[in-house]
């Protein structure tokens, strides 16, 4: 959802919130009101880092010499490329049971964790699709 639209929904949900509050604070049940507030308060957050968190992307291309990789995560980001003939794609297991892997795409000593928000499917399926797509014909 765009901004406007998670703005447009919070209010709305506001708008009810207070509407019930408001009925049973007249009814004399005034101790909801602030907890309203505070959940509206904590909802407006919520929704404020979702809002952030959804503009975090990640764009991998490859073409003849090169993989490019742009990513944004919060506030970090940047673009890094790779020489496709030196490339490895690596999907390193997990030393601990519940964490999960890491798919790191390596060269010339350099590395790039790509795939954070994958499950581990996801991150099998994108590692076997880039090998093919780095892998020149012999």
Known sequence: MDWKSTVRIYLLILSV??????????????????FTGMEMLLLAGAF?????????????AVDENYISI????????????????WARVDLEQPACRN???RLVVRSHGRSEEIGLC????EKRHLARQLQRAIAFPS
């Open 70 to 85: 742009e990513k944004e995560h919060g506030a970090s980001g940047g673009r890094i490329r790779f020489q496709r003939h």
């Open 118 to 121: 994958l499950n581990e499917e």
């Open 17 to 34: 919130s207070v509407l019930i509050a408001t009925g049973f604070a007249l009814m004399g049940l005034w101790m909801i009101v602030p």
């Open 99 to 101: 964490q999960p892997s």
């Open 48 to 60: 404020y880092l979702c809002a952030l968190r959804s503009r975090d992307y990640e764009l991998i």
